[in-house]
């Protein structure tokens, strides 16, 4: 995700978000595992890579799967997420409005 990495782009995710990083590709759980919970709901196909972002109480906002193609997609996520329009519609209506 060499697209998080442009300054323009980490600036605002380093302001806006705590983020973290997780490898769940190779990851090998118990079916009784607390953590097996937490993958299964964040990303049951095991898809990567994939961007999660949660609200102050844990509830899913947003998600993005297969990466950002450019720094102006980036930016556009942050927007959305930032700036609530989760609310109102999804990112591709968001993305394809602002670009429109």
């Known amino acids: 995700m060499s697209v998080l990495r442009k300054p323009e782009v980490s600036a605002k995710f380093i302001k806006n978000y705590v983020g973290a990083h997780a490898d769940f590709g190779e990851l090998e759980l118990e079916d009784n595992d607390?953590?097996?919970?937490?993958v299964k709901r964040h990303n049951p196909r095991k898809l990567r890579p994939v961007l999660v972002f949660l609200d102050g109480q844990g509830k899913e906002v947003a998600r993005m799967t297969g990466g950002l193609k450019s720094a102006a997609d980036a930016l556009l996520l942050d927007r959305f997420v930032s700036e609530k329009h989760y609310l109102k519609t999804g990112f591709s209506e968001f993305k394809a409005a602002q670009r429109g």
């Open 34 to 38: 607390q953590l097996n919970a937490m």
